[in-house]
């Protein structure tokens, strides 16, 4: 406990002293120490609390924080290599944000928890707007309001958990048994599920994610889209735990996976359709946790967070040395790393074995039900199809700045390979087999849509805040009714 | 009984807050509905922490028994993260109205649709 | 867009009435006088914020912190094409900042120190300090006060108060010794960085805007 406590306090404190001078020096002596932690405290530890009873704040060692740290850890190593460039307070800012999401991993307490989602989207914010674009900058601000709009919901359901149980701590939660036929819990609850939804970027509830994405600064992009948006995912499991919600967030994760999905298909901007990605594949994370199958949830948050991040770190590059961000216009205009990255990235997506993507997707189908198998199926064949748009870009130029890819594709490859080979049944031909098919019934999917045009609903300011505020009453009045 | 009419009251500005924010036009406006609304949690909080006849909890202050201190402490961060967020939220919007002129979100979304031309 | 939002808020409201109407019976406190006691405070307040959930804390101050660094860097971006005429000089305005400034600096002090006994704290301490410091800037001009005041070492102790908190609230958690004397300590470092980053922030939109 104490190392994980310290290294947290050593990636705070050195990002600090990043803004007074020699931001990298502090950054990478911050990626030291929270390696040595990190090094110091897995396998885990048990829950304590920090501050002692009665209000102390529950903090564990549990899988959930093994993961999110070898992932921020592994992202962090990437973006000190790639952003070596960057001055002003890119390196200060980023090690205070990995920090926070490290300490948001190993929080078990639902108002820690709202702290640590608040100053990871206000640092988010300032990141974002650090591209000075105004189209950055006009994303960013959407993204603060919708996301400070869905943590008052948040705050207000914690009021009433709170008032009604007199705890706050996860595991203290889940020992008083609660009953959501109470309708103080069941607001309450509904309340939180949806302000973390918002937070986490869910369909129709966090709308601001595709254009905050997209927009920010190659570097940003991989921190929001690797890091950033696991911070919801680890609330919502977090909530999981504490309340039977396991419908709401199948049917969250349901909404999201083929609401994110359709937007994705048609979408002509690179960064933005990464971006849409995303959400589609929180849908994968969310079923897993409306399932119960915690550790394939966990495995795909940390799979999503490298390929996506080793995605937008390709795409980033792209669309900075051509100067263009639509897909058809890069074609060809690639370098040769930035394709291979791009490639690995989109294989690993669309689940091929034996990248990280495989293995995680397998893990994640393994207990589920046959229903439930079908729609991961379709999922990942609405994946392969809108990735294959990215085909013609595989046609590098010349050579060019390798950066830090060759770290991201490496770790995506590392953990596909292990993957595979720990999750039992992974290694028979019938899985393999399953996977190429999927991938190319996608592309011929992408064949037959490619003719298609359809005009999908553009969500403007007011509306995604409409759409927040409806989807939240929504969540949180199917609890309440108790129809879930 | 005050203790319920702060909760009114608070859930009255949650609503008023949030319909400011989703009519007004100018970005300002918004930023503060969504204020008020934040500050409607707030009290949310304080009001639920009140118990009938409690004193305020400091030991020694009256007899009695003592109002719930945890909210208390909680909100005091959430205070914080409010101004945080408003002041943040304010220095980008003077950073569009130097950049596009308008504080009008019709009249950004607009200009975002046709690419932001110069203005 | 108008029928749905008013709808949805409507049921919001509703929802969270009937909620509060649910969540009695409420649950016992647990023993708040001796958590205080073992703090060395009178204020439960205090207690909880800077010991039992210092964890929480921390981050608070590093909102605090970040949001101004982030004002900071806004502000830069800026370029201010409309300048505004500045505001004549009053000898109202001087007296009266002579006469107060130094209330304010005591009462902002008396606020930090008096936190854990009962309302206060290193928050409003440092918003106190902060408001001193812009009648003072308002009083004397903010650029004849900013020649006075050493830019980067403000900078130095404004960051250095950050860390400060962290390594002694570290510690803090790690040996877990705790006292009287050191929510003092932790409220005045507070006050500290809250009132040098509202000066750094008000210094900076002022300079960049030609005038307060």
């Given at each position: 406990?104490?190392?994980?406590l310290?290294?947290v306090l050593?990636?705070l404190g050195?990002?600090?002293?990043?803004?007074?001078?020699?931001?990298?020096?502090?950054?990478?002596?911050?990626?030291?120490?929270?390696?040595?932690?990190?090094?110091?405290?897995?396998?885990?530890?048990?829950?304590?609390?920090v501050?002692?009873?009665?209000?102390?704040v529950?903090?564990?060692?549990?899988?959930?924080?093994?993961?999110?740290?070898?992932?921020?850890?592994?992202?962090?190593?990437?973006?000190?290599?790639?952003?070596?460039?960057?001055?002003?307070?890119?390196?200060?800012?980023?090690?205070?944000?990995?920090g926070?999401?490290?300490a948001?991993?190993?929080?078990?307490?639902?108002?820690n928890?709202?702290v640590?989602?608040?100053l990871?989207?206000?640092?988010?914010?300032?990141?974002?707007?650090?591209?000075?674009?105004?189209?950055?900058?006009?994303?960013?601000?959407?993204?603060?309001?919708?996301?400070?709009?869905?943590?008052?919901?948040?705050?207000?359901?914690?009021?009433?958990?709170?008032?009604?149980?007199?705890?706050?701590?996860?595991?203290?939660?889940?020992?008083?048994?609660?009953?959501?036929?109470?309708?103080?819990?069941?607001?309450?609850?509904?309340?939180?599920?949806?302000?973390?939804?918002?937070?986490?970027?869910?369909?129709?509830?966090?709308?601001?994610?595709?254009?905050?994405?997209?927009?920010?600064?190659?570097?940003?992009?991989?921190?929001?889209?690797?890091?950033?948006?696991?911070?919801?995912?680890?609330?919502?499991?977090?909530?999981?735990?504490?309340?039977?919600?396991?419908?709401?967030?199948?049917?969250?994760?349901?909404?999201?996976?083929?609401?994110?999905?359709?937007?994705?298909?048609?979408?002509?901007?690179?960064?933005?359709?990464?971006?849409?990605?995303?959400?589609?594949?929180?849908?994968?994370?969310?079923?897993?946790?409306?399932?119960?199958?915690?550790?394939?949830?966990?495995?795909?948050?940390?799979?999503?967070?490298?390929?996506?991040?080793?995605?937008?770190?390709?795409?980033?590059?792209?669309?900075?040395?051509?100067?263009?961000?639509?897909?058809?216009?890069?074609?060809?205009?690639?370098?040769?790393?930035?394709?291979?990255?791009?490639?690995?990235?989109?294989?690993?997506?669309?689940?091929?074995?034996?990248?990280?993507?495989?293995?995680?997707?397998?893990?994640?189908?393994?207990?589920?039900?046959?229903?439930?198998?079908?729609?991961?199926?379709?999922?990942?064949?609405?994946?392969?199809?809108?990735?294959?748009?990215?085909?013609?870009?595989?046609?590098?130029?010349?050579?060019?700045?390798?950066?830090?890819?060759?770290?991201?594709?490496?770790?995506?490859?590392?953990?596909?390979?292990?993957?595979?080979?720990?999750?039992?049944?992974?290694?028979?031909?019938?899985?393999?087999?399953?996977?190429?098919?999927?991938?190319?019934?996608?592309?011929?999917?992408?064949?037959?849509?490619?003719?298609?045009?359809?005009?999908?609903?553009?969500?403007?300011?007011?509306?995604?805040?409409?759409?927040?505020?409806?989807?939240?009453?929504?969540?949180?009045?199917?609890?309440?009714?108790?129809?879930? | 009984?005050?203790?319920?009419?702060?909760?009114?009251?608070?859930?009255?500005?949650?609503?008023?807050?949030?319909?400011?924010?989703?009519?007004?036009?100018?970005?300002?406006?918004?930023?503060?509905?969504?204020?008020?609304?934040?500050?409607?949690?707030?009290?949310?909080?304080?009001?639920?922490?009140?118990?009938?006849?409690?004193?305020?909890?400091?030991?020694?202050?009256?007899?009695?028994?003592?109002?719930?201190?945890?909210?208390?402490?909680?909100?005091?961060t959430?205070?914080?993260?409010?101004?945080?967020?408003?002041?943040?939220?304010?220095?980008?919007?003077?950073?569009?109205?130097?950049?596009?002129?308008?504080?009008?979100?019709?009249?950004?979304?607009?200009?975002?649709?046709?690419?932001?031309?110069?203005? | 867009?108008?029928?749905?939002?008013?709808?949805?808020?409507?049921?919001?409201?509703?929802?969270?009435?009937?909620?509060?109407?649910?969540?009695?019976?409420?649950?016992?406190?647990?023993?708040?006088?001796?958590?205080?006691?073992?703090?060395?405070?009178?204020?439960?307040?205090?207690?909880?914020?800077l010991?039992?959930r210092l964890w929480d804390t921390l981050f608070e101050i590093l909102v605090?912190a970040?949001?101004?660094?982030?004002?900071?860097?806004?502000?830069?971006?800026?370029?201010?094409?409309?300048?505004?005429?500045?505001?004549?000089?009053?000898?109202?305005?001087?007296?009266?900042?002579?006469?107060?400034?130094?209330?304010?600096?005591?009462?902002?002090?008396?606020?930090?120190?008096?936190?854990?006994?009962?309302?206060?704290?290193?928050?409003?301490?440092?918003?106190?300090?902060?408001?001193?410091?812009?009648?003072?800037?308002?009083?004397?001009?903010?650029?004849?006060?900013?020649?006075?005041?050493?830019?980067?070492?403000?900078?130095?102790?404004?960051?250095?108060?950050i860390?400060?908190i962290l390594?002694v609230a570290g510690?803090l958690l790690?040996?877990?010794?705790?006292?009287?004397?050191?929510?003092?300590?932790a409220?005045?470092?507070i006050?500290?960085?809250?009132?040098?980053?509202?000066?750094?922030?008000?210094?900076?939109?002022?300079?960049?805007?030609?005038?307060?």
């Amino acid at each position: 406990m104490a190392a994980a406590l310290s290294g947290v306090l050593a990636y705070l404190g050195l990002g600090v002293l990043g803004l007074i001078g020699a931001p990298r020096t502090f950054s990478l002596l911050a990626l030291l120490g929270g390696t040595v932690s990190f090094a110091l405290w897995t396998p885990g530890f048990p829950e304590v609390l920090v501050g002692g009873l009665p209000w102390g704040v529950a903090l564990a060692g549990d899988p959930w924080a093994v993961g999110l740290w070898a992932l921020a850890l592994v992202l962090h190593a990437t973006l000190l290599i790639h952003a070596r460039a960057r001055r002003d307070a890119f390196h200060p800012l980023t090690t205070v944000l990995i920090g926070t999401c490290l300490a948001g991993s190993l929080s078990r307490d639902l108002f820690n928890l709202y702290v640590l989602m608040d100053l990871s989207s206000l640092l988010a914010l300032v990141l974002i707007a650090s591209g000075r674009r105004v189209r950055a900058v006009w994303a960013g601000l959407q993204y603060l309001v919708l996301t400070e709009v869905g943590l008052t919901l948040y705050l207000f359901g914690l009021g009433l958990v709170y008032a009604r149980l007199g705890t706050l701590s996860v595991s203290a939660l889940a020992g008083q048994g609660p009953n959501l036929s109470d309708p103080a819990l069941a607001a309450g609850v509904g309340l939180l599920l949806a302000g973390t939804a918002v937070k986490t970027g869910v369909f129709l509830l966090g709308l601001w994610l595709p254009q905050a994405h997209g927009q920010a600064p190659t570097e940003v992009s991989v921190l929001l889209s690797g890091i950033v948006v696991k911070i919801g995912v680890v609330a919502l499991a977090r909530l999981s735990e504490a309340f039977p919600v396991g419908t709401v967030l199948l049917l969250l994760g349901i909404v999201t996976g083929f609401g994110g999905l359709l937007y994705a298909l048609w979408e002509r901007d690179l960064k933005v359709f990464l971006g849409f990605h995303t959400v589609s594949q929180l849908g994968y994370m969310l079923m897993g946790l409306g399932l119960g199958a915690g550790t394939g949830a966990l495995l795909y948050v940390v799979a999503h967070g490298l390929f996506k991040g080793l995605l937008f770190l390709a795409a980033g590059e792209a669309v900075e040395r051509v100067g263009r961000r639509e897909i058809t216009s890069l074609a060809g205009q690639l370098s040769l790393p930035v394709a291979v990255g791009l490639g690995v990235g989109a294989c690993a997506i669309a689940g091929l074995p034996p990248l990280a993507g495989f293995a995680a997707k397998g893990l994640l189908a393994q207990g589920a039900p046959a229903w439930a198998k079908a729609l991961f199926y379709a999922l990942g064949l609405g994946t392969a199809a809108s990735f294959s748009k990215l085909i013609p870009l595989f046609r590098p130029k010349e050579g060019g700045l390798v950066g830090g890819l060759p770290v991201l594709a490496a770790a995506v490859l590392g953990l596909g390979l292990g993957g595979t080979v720990l999750v039992s049944g992974l290694l028979n031909l019938r899985a393999w087999g399953e996977a190429f098919l999927i991938v190319a019934a996608g592309y011929g999917t992408y064949l037959g849509l490619r003719r298609i045009h359809p005009r999908l609903p553009r969500w403007g300011f007011d509306w995604a805040v409409v759409s927040l505020l409806v989807g939240a009453v929504g969540v949180a009045g199917l609890v309440t009714l108790g129809w879930l | 009984m005050e203790g319920l009419a702060a909760v009114a009251l608070a859930i009255a500005l949650a609503g008023l807050g949030f319909w400011n924010l989703i009519v007004r036009r100018n970005l300002i406006w918004k930023l503060l509905g969504l204020n008020v609304a934040a500050s409607g949690a707030i009290l949310f909080l304080v009001a639920l922490a009140h118990r009938p006849g409690a004193r305020p909890p400091i030991v020694g202050l009256g007899p009695g028994p003592s109002a719930d201190p945890l909210p208390h402490a909680l909100v005091l961060t959430a205070i914080v993260i409010d101004f945080a967020t408003l002041a943040l939220a304010l220095v980008y919007v003077i950073f569009l109205t130097e950049h596009r002129h308008t504080q009008d979100v019709e009249r950004l979304e607009r200009d975002e649709e046709r690419g932001w031309p110069q203005p | 867009m108008r029928v749905l939002a008013a709808l949805s808020l409507l049921v919001l409201m509703g929802l969270l009435a009937l909620g509060v109407s649910g969540v009695f019976p409420r649950p016992a406190l647990p023993p708040m006088d001796e958590v205080a006691a073992e703090w060395g405070a009178k204020n439960v307040v205090a207690a909880i914020v800077l010991g039992v959930r210092l964890w929480d804390t921390l981050f608070e101050i590093l909102v605090y912190a970040m949001t101004m660094v982030g004002v900071k860097l806004g502000l830069r971006l800026l370029r201010w094409e409309h300048a505004i005429p500045p505001i004549r000089e009053t000898p109202l305005l001087r007296r009266s900042a002579d006469l107060l400034l130094g209330p304010i600096v005591v009462f902002a002090l008396y606020v930090a120190v008096s936190g854990h006994l009962g309302p206060g704290g290193g928050f409003p301490a440092g918003a106190i300090l902060g408001t001193a410091l812009l009648l003072l800037a308002l009083a004397k001009g903010v650029e004849r006060l900013s020649a006075e005041i050493h830019e980067p070492s403000l900078e130095w102790a404004e960051y250095g108060a950050i860390v400060a908190i962290l390594a002694v609230a570290g510690g803090l958690l790690l040996v877990g010794r705790r006292g009287s004397g050191y929510l003092i300590a932790a409220n005045v470092l507070i006050a500290l960085e809250v009132g040098i980053g509202a000066w750094v922030v008000l210094h900076r939109f002022a300079s960049s805007r030609g005038e307060v």
